[in-house]
């Protein structure tokens, strides 16, 4: 009797895997794919136009800043209606040809406004497809759907790179923008390919939909919000890892950051669903605070390497990059969909991503400006501070 008994147990556990969860995977997979291959030249671009590292912070807070409003409105307006799919389906589409959009661009100027409207693209899907995801599994699946989501769309982040460090050396820059297009096309077929069934919602009115968020979820906002006002692009990781190699390797020197990059990105990946995982066993909270001291480390690191280090400091400094980079974006939206209602799961995924976003722009504008006027070591000086206030106050939230 005990092997029935336990084939019937373990029939009965949740199912997290389905065919919504692999369409929002499969769409991030190639939504990233093309979002990083441009991510990874596009400071190497930036200074062939005449940018600076500034510049390249202030293009991506601002960009940011600007996708905040439609994160925010977007994930409010899903909540009133029956279907969400076609707002995500928009922003994907948007994304993608934003991304094929910079090989049009030549001017920094030119980039900022390209890069914003992409980026408003990015933010009007992100919150209605997470909402979307959490209501494909049963809540105690939902850091394991999150996870899985993760490591498809970092599985992105890796192929993209790889992309583009195959391509820059026998195309322009602009000719690998144009590349992205593909993935972008397909990463709208995969996500409008989820099923989705209509729901009958009323749409509360924004302010009223705001007032109702959990008391607890405003003060996980708020520890998000301090650990976000340090939470640079890693895009600048990029320039940074360009400075510090020597001049005479075995690869030109921003060909070896961009694969530092990829590198990132593949611990991001392969380590997205077991954090996930773990996450279901000792709580997300906890392991987020641990991912948030992990990137006060990595600043730390940054803050503190010296000119022309070792090849492999510089790999450790991005695999803690990417450790912390994948807890922060696997469980954020996990702690989310633990404290909401389901009722105010977009509006309150939305208002995640506002304050990420206004984190984004402060921390990357700022870091840049520091590097700058002051030095490398100011801005990852701030960022680090920032990662600890953030985890201190995290880990007060219960």
């Known amino acids: 009797m005990a092997e029935p008994a336990a084939r019937l147990a373990a029939d009965r556990r949740p199912v997290w895997f389905n065919r919504s969860v692999l369409a929002f995977g499969l769409a991030s997979l190639l939504s990233d794919a093309g979002h990083e291959t441009a991510t990874a030249i596009l400071p190497l671009f930036l200074v062939s136009l005449g940018g600076s590292a500034a510049a390249l912070g202030l293009i991506e807070g601002v960009a940011d800043a600007l996708a905040t409003a439609a994160k925010l409105f977007a994930g409010w307006y899903s909540d009133g209606l029956s279907r969400r799919k076609p707002i995500g389906v928009v922003g994907y589409a948007a994304t993608g040809i934003g991304m094929a959009g910079f090989a ?17 693209g990015r933010g009007t899907r992100g919150p209605v497809r997470d909402a979307m995801l959490a ?30 460090l195959a391509l ?18 397909l990463s709208v077929l995969a996500f409008a390919s989820a099923p989705e069934v209509a729901r009958r919602r009323t749409r509360p009115r924004f302010r009223a939909s705001l007032a109702g968020l959990p008391p607890r979820f405003r003060r996980f906002l708020f520890a998000v ?10 895009s600048l990781l990029i320039l940074r890892a360009e400075q510090l190699l020597p001049a005479h390797g075995p690869l030109p ?23 996930g995982a773990l996450a279901s066993r000792v709580g ?26 070792p090849f492999a400091v510089l790999l450790g400094l991005f695999v803690l990059a990417g450790l912390a980079t994948s807890a922060e974006e696997v469980l954020e939206g996990t702690v989310a969909a633990e404290l909401l209602p389901e009722a105010l799961r977009g509006t309150g995924f939305g208002a995640l991503a506002a304050v990420n976003g206004v984190g984004d722009l402060a921390a990357s504008a700022l870091v840049g400006w520091l590097w700058a006027a002051v030095s490398p070591a100011a801005g990852f000086g701030w ?6 206030v953030g985890a201190l106050t995290l880990a007060r939230v219960r």
């Open 284 to 309: 997300a909270r906890r392991v987020l605070v641990a991912g948030y001291l992990t990137f006060a480390l990595m600043a730390v690191g940054f803050l503190v390497a010296p000119a022309h280090p």
């Open 253 to 275: 020197r921003g060909q070896e950051a961009i694969a530092l990059y990829v590198f990132h990105n593949l611990v991001h990946a392969l380590s997205a669903y077991g954090i």
């Open 383 to 388: 960022a680090a501070a920032m990662g600890l």
């Open 135 to 164: 209501e494909a599994v049963t809540p105690q699946m939902i850091g394991r759907a999150f996870g899985f989501h993760r490591a498809m769309d970092t599985a992105g982040a890796v192929v993209g790179p790889l992309i583009a």
């Open 225 to 234: 919000g301090l650990f976000g006002l340090g939470d640079f692009a890693r």
């Open 168 to 185: 820059v050396g026998g195309l322009g820059y602009r000719e690998v923008f144009v590349v992205t297009l593909v993935p972008g096309i």
């Open 104 to 120: 049009l661009t030549w001017t920094p100027a030119q980039v900022l406004a390209v890069r914003a409207l992409s980026w408003i």
